[in-house]
């Protein structure tokens, strides 16, 4: 009887640890493949995929984001996150917050803005500088012919290292109207989706 009294008390003890263990709960995962995105400066949408060991939701705080569906169920997931076009003139970056039980994932979002602008300018200067604009929240990235980018300045100039007839193209937003310093060596101004 002592003997059996024994194995019980060993089996119970046995069954309870089981027990406790099994009643732990599982640690919060959210698997995804990347958790940075870049959505085209004229606006679309990003699918992410992901897999959770929870309920979740999704959610931004960032106003020209949104996301769909806001939530799921645990296992493989996804959810789309759109954009507008980005209008502002600058770069922009916004994220997403999956919350899994009590674990938070942040996915990154980033925008280069919307130019929709061009103004080409064909010309034979040897130097050149660039016109100044008119208009609200003016943005603009100046390409100057060669091989050579930059950001618009109203006092930006650039000198060519070969002669002859360079192209001149200004991606921009948000301008009404410009103004050129002087006209000379210009052949051609492009308005056409200024």
């Keep these: 009887m002592k003997k059996l ?8 003890a046995l069954f309870a640890t089981s027990v406790l263990v099994s009643c732990q709960p599982e640690e919060p995962s959210i698997i995804s493949d990347a958790t940075s995105f870049e959505i085209p400066s004229n606006g679309g949408s990003q699918s992410v995929s992901m897999t959770t060991n929870y309920e979740w939701t999704a959610k931004t705080s960032d106003p020209w984001l949104t996301v769909s569906p806001a939530s799921g169920a645990k296992g493989s997931a996804s959810f789309t996150i759109r954009a507008e076009a980005n209008n502002s003139g600058a770069v922009r970056k916004g994220s997403v917050t999956v919350t899994c039980s009590t674990l938070n994932k942040s996915f990154t979002v980033t925008q280069k803005p919307n130019m929709n602008q061009a103004l080409i300018i ?3 200067n040897s130097s050149f500088r ?10 603009g990235i100046v390409n100057w012919g ?5 950001n ?3 006092s930006l100039s650039h000198t060519y290292s070969s002669s002859g007839s360079h192209i001149l193209t200004i991606k921009s937003v948000g301008g009404t109207a410009f103004d050129l310093e002087s006209i000379a060596g210009i052949s051609e101004i492009d308005m056409g989706e200024f």
């Design 152 to 154: 618009y300045s109203s």
């Design 130 to 139: 660039v016109p100044s604009f008119k208009g609200n929240g003016f943005s």
């Design 5 to 12: 009294h024994i194995l019980a008390t060993v089996c119970l």
């Design 122 to 124: 064909k010309h034979t």
């Design 146 to 150: 060669d091989g050579t980018e930059e």
